[in-house]
């Protein structure tokens, strides 16, 4: 009788033992579930915070008061002056440096990190550009000239030294569009072993005061760093025409900008390996200011090509391509007059596809005939169909 009463014994402990571990188990996955569920109470309490918090404004020091106040320029209005609060150091704040404002006192609530504009980060960086002289047709006089001005003094500096002369510190390039000013400067850039920065002109118009002028002086300390460099300014006519005594507050906005693109090339800080390419194709346009000697000491044409020309501009597109039989490249330069280097490249790329019509996985001299005279008919203005419209 008492052997079954300790069995039962038993199996109540052990039913109970059994119990207190599926309990202690439970308990343990409540346990884990609230700790879930609190970190993510937690993280929507901090966003709901960041949600409700007022927006900081971003702003610049100009300069730090005995009384601990500081003068900052704000993005947003005029000058202020404004308290600090005792979390940021005192002692870090330096003119031009970029800090954080409460949007209610306008306080300094942060420190902000130097960075670079977004138009400055995007911009075309090229450490070593893919084109070389041998590829540029019809240019040869252009190709001397800016071999003198831009490569000699990057490759060359102890010339120039031993002389007692200051290289030139820009180039600027002008003719009708596709004539290769571009092609030029990549090729001075990659037989220079230079950084090549690729500007448009128009990135440096932008719609609040300072902001153009801010972007300039950033693309020119960012040449400095990637010095040896070459900085291309291109269609430097969309901030360099002539200044007119009235206009709109976005015309004096981009004389400000043209007011700081000469002070940089002009400026006290030295451009030591850097050297400036410009180009447009409205040289009569551009203020009297830029084409000044010390600022683009070599104005250099960059024509329509010539027969000779047009020709070896043939000759460079053709040896990259699929030929079969011979190509009369001296008559297809002389019914190609008026046509520039970016045009040719058209006329090829068109008898290409002349080819792939025909199923040929090779060009004639006749595809590139019939591609020309297509390209010729769109390029020639239709007079007559125009007359007989108004007529």
Known sequence: MSDEVDISNERV?????????????????????VDMLRKELNYYKTEMDKLLSPPLIEATVLDVLDDGRVVVRS?????????????????????????????????VVELLPNREEPVVRGMEIEERPNVKYEDIGGLEEQIRQIREVVELPLTKPELFKEI???????????????????????????????????????????????????????????ARKKAPAILFIDEIDAIASKRVDVGTSGEREIQRTLMQLLAEID???????????????????????????????????????????RERIYSIYLSKMKIKGEVDTKTLAAESEGLSGADIRNVCVEAAYVAIREGRGFVTNEDIKTALKSIKEKREPKVKERAEKFI
């Open 13 to 33: 402990s052990e039913e109970r033992e059994q119990l207190l571990r599926v309990m202690d188990e439970k308990v343990r996955s409540l346990q884990n579930e």
């Open 75 to 107: 993005s947003s209005g005029p000058n202020l002056v404004v308290n600090v609060l005792q979390d940021v150091p005192l002692l870090k704040l330096r003119p031009g440096m970029p800090v954080a404002l409460n949007q209610r006192a306008s306080a």
């Open 164 to 222: 007692g002369v200051d290289p030139p510190k820009g180039v600027l390039l002008y003719g009708p569009p596709g004539t290769g000013k571009t092609m030029l400067a990549k090729a001075v850039a990659t037989e220079s072993g230079a950084t090549f920065i690729h500007v448009i002109a128009s990135e440096f118009a932008q719609k609040f005061v300072g902001e153009g002028a801010k972007i300039v002086r950033e693309v020119f300390e960012l």
């Open 267 to 309: 400026g006290f800080k030295p451009l030591q390996n850097v050297r400036i390419l410009t180009a447009t194709n409205r040289i009569d346009v551009l203020d009297p200011a830029l084409l000044r000697p010390g600022r683009f000491d070599r104005i250099i044409e960059v024509p329509l090509p010539d027969a000779k020309g």
